[in-house]
Nanobody, 121 residues
Framework: QVQLVESGGGLVQPGGSLRLSCAAS????????MRWYRQAPGKQRDLVAG???????HYVDSVKGRFTISRDNAKNTMYLQMNSLKPDDTAVYYC???????????????WGQGTQVTVSS
């Protein structure tokens, strides 16, 4: 089994910063692309940023220049540094990863349980 566990969410004032972490554990042979999604109340879950195994990144336009995605392959962990936070960034943030559990297998998609980020004065 594979588990993804997010941490680092919380309440922050507009203009503040938070750093989210997503740690993968369990039966892991290789982790491919990792992603952060977010879901605001009453809205669909949207992609925020993604990072490939070799470190290539992409971001949704609304967070470019403010958020930075990174990963530590040795620790099976992904991060999201969020700066200049706005009230519109308020959402539950989920990590997602394509993980191959065994050498002869194929990668499957896994989700974490989510962590709440609230930006409010």
């Amino acid at each position: 089994q594979v588990q993804l566990v997010e941490s680092g969410g919380g309440l922050v004032q507009p203009g503040g910063s938070l750093r989210l972490s997503c740690a993968a554990s369990g039966s892991i042979f290789s982790i491919y692309t990792m992603r952060w999604y977010r879901q605001a109340p009453g809205k669909q879950r949207d992609l925020v940023a993604g990072i490939s195994r070799d470190g290539s990144t992409h971001y949704v336009d609304s967070v470019k220049g403010r958020f930075t995605i990174s990963r530590d392959n040795a620790k099976n962990t992904m991060y999201l540094q969020m700066n200049s936070l706005k009230p519109d960034d308020t959402a539950v943030y989920y990590c997602n990863a394509d993980i191959q559990s065994v050498p002869a297998g194929y990668p499957s998609g896994y989700w974490g349980q989510g962590t709440q980020v609230t930006v409010s004065s």
